[in-house]
């Protein structure tokens, strides 16, 4: 099992390496002019050529990287071109925004996908039907439509939750769920349905196998056969949904950051691209990465763990 992960660490490094790479010469290659926009668009022309020195973009691009990459080895985002603020401080301050909503999110999908697909499977007829409508309906309404319905109605209609603001678990845990709950609802109501549409089909695939069959035949209870075997068997496609409904969500937060006014990793990534902010971005993209290979990894030993054929593999 060591070994395994440990291919799976490696291989993540390398796939933070290759797409940082990536990202970090496309940006040289936008024909942006930060310098400019950064002085003015009024700055003389040695204003301008004193400030592109200042941020090192006079230095060829091989050099550019590679004084990038040896501060990224040490830790070291560098500071934000625009504001003069320590990337790593940004970042770790609406780090927590986002993975909030996000995972609260995956939890709401995750618990509510599993109880539909497995209600879905079992009894069949109109719940059956229902969950493929929920499904069809829930991938293709936006998750910004949803957020704006939630924010109309539940917020500003019948004042029950906040419209707006992030409120830090430290400071007070009851309103920091608060203002979590419509973003992590907007964010889980595709993931959701797309989710429970997956783990039906599994489980109504595993419940029709002979092992199936043979384990109810030998007297053993419903409700064994059903979560210790049949869930179990059927869980790997619904992990394998559940991480790409992760991603998805981080790249939904941007939206959804918007509408409810929150500072998150989302809006960050966003105003830094306007803005050309190169270290900011490249802090975005290393650490959005890093925690897709983290979360790619969790589910590769969660599926060493149910299968240990996959250890193997």
Known sequence: MLSFVLKRIGSGILLVFVISSLTFAMLRMTGQDVARTIVGQNASAEVVAAKRAELGLDQPLLVQYGNWLADMARGDFGSSWITGNPVATSLSDRLPVTL???????????I????LGVAAALR????????QVLGVVGFA??????ALLLTYYVAVSWMLLPATGFVKFSESPLDWLKSITLPAISLAIGAMAATAQQIRGSMVDVLRMDYVRTLRARGLPSRSVLYKHALRNAAPAGLTVLSLQFIAMMG???IVEKVFGLQGIGTMANNSASAGDSPELMGVVVLMVAIVVFINLLLDVAFGLLNPKVRVS
């Open 100 to 110: 909030s909503i996000v995972i609260a999110g995956l939890l709401i999908s995750a």
């Open 112 to 115: 509510f996908s599993v109880l």
């Open 124 to 131: 069949g007829g109109w719940l059956d039907r229902s969950v």
């Open 141 to 146: 309404v936006p998750n910004f439509l949803v």
């Open 252 to 254: 939904g937060a941007v």
